[in-house]
């Protein structure tokens, strides 16, 4: 009984991560068109429309699940609840960054927390063109979007630390992005930096 509860745990898992590297893999096609420089961070489209609707639902999924993982009594309902949980458990994710390598590139998609009441530019962007796209087209650009995918990469590192005995250290297979505590592909320096309160 539990070896099966243990192989549903884990299947659970997997399909979160593939689920991310679909996405990913999506953005990274995008790439071949417009790059990830913040020369275009303001470029829009009905690509990165769909691709942040899709990066958004999908990070509300994941924090969703990483909020009752970490804190079981909160209702985790809305950003407002969420955040709680999550600072609380990891303070200083403000800080966590995403590399973007081949266009030189680091973003830090929390920042926004960083000061109390702060919020997360690239979510109010997905909400926007979630349900007023009519009005907030501009919104669905590039910097959006790369910094919604970003988030979703470093909720899904947090949830399997939290969340998998193995922790976050087998996730692999990035086309694009890199965060502290993924393996590095074999061509590239290894790093043994982690992310913020993963020691």
């Known amino acids: 009984m539990s070896n099966h509860r243990s192989q549903k745990k884990k299947e659970l898992e997997d399909s979160y991560w593939n689920y991310f590297l679909k996405l990913e893999s999506d953005f990274h096609a995008t790439a071949r068109y417009i790059g990830c420089s913040k020369t275009n961070d303001t470029t829009c489209s009905i690509e990165f429309a769909q691709q942040l609707v899709c990066i958004g639902t999908e990070c509300e999924a994941v924090i969703k699940k990483l909020c009752k993982t970490i804190d079981q009594k909160n209702p985790a309902a809305n950003m407002g609840h969420y955040k709680k949980s999550i600072?609380?458990?990891?303070?200083?994710?403000?800080?966590?960054?995403?590399?973007?390598?081949?266009?030189?590139?680091?973003?830090?998609?929390?920042?926004?927390?960083?000061?109390?009441?702060?919020?997360?530019?690239?979510?109010?962007?997905?909400?926007?063109?979630?349900?007023?796209?009519?009005?907030?087209?501009?919104?669905?650009?590039?910097?959006?979007?790369?910094?919604?995918?970003?988030?979703?990469?470093?909720?899904?590192?947090?949830?399997?630390?939290?969340?998998?005995?193995?922790?976050?250290?087998?996730?692999?297979?990035?086309?694009?992005?890199?965060?502290?505590?993924?393996?590095?592909?074999?061509?590239?320096?290894?790093?043994?930096?982690?992310?913020?309160?993963?020691?």
Do not use: C
């Not at 009005?135 to 998998?164: G, M, P, R």
């Open 87 to 199: 600072l609380k458990k990891f303070p200083k994710i403000h800080t966590a960054p995403v590399r973007v390598d081949r266009f030189h590139r680091t973003v830090h998609p929390f920042a926004g927390w960083d000061v109390s009441g702060g919020r997360l530019e690239w979510w109010n962007a997905f909400q926007d063109i979630k349900y007023h796209r009519d009005n907030n087209f501009e919104k669905a650009n590039l910097k959006n979007t790369l910094n919604a995918l970003s988030a979703l990469l470093i909720l899904e590192l947090y949830l399997y630390a939290v969340f998998s005995t193995e922790g976050s250290e087998r996730l692999g297979g990035t086309l694009l992005l890199w965060a502290p505590g993924m393996p590095r592909p074999p061509e590239r320096e290894s790093s043994t930096e982690l992310l913020p309160h993963l020691v």
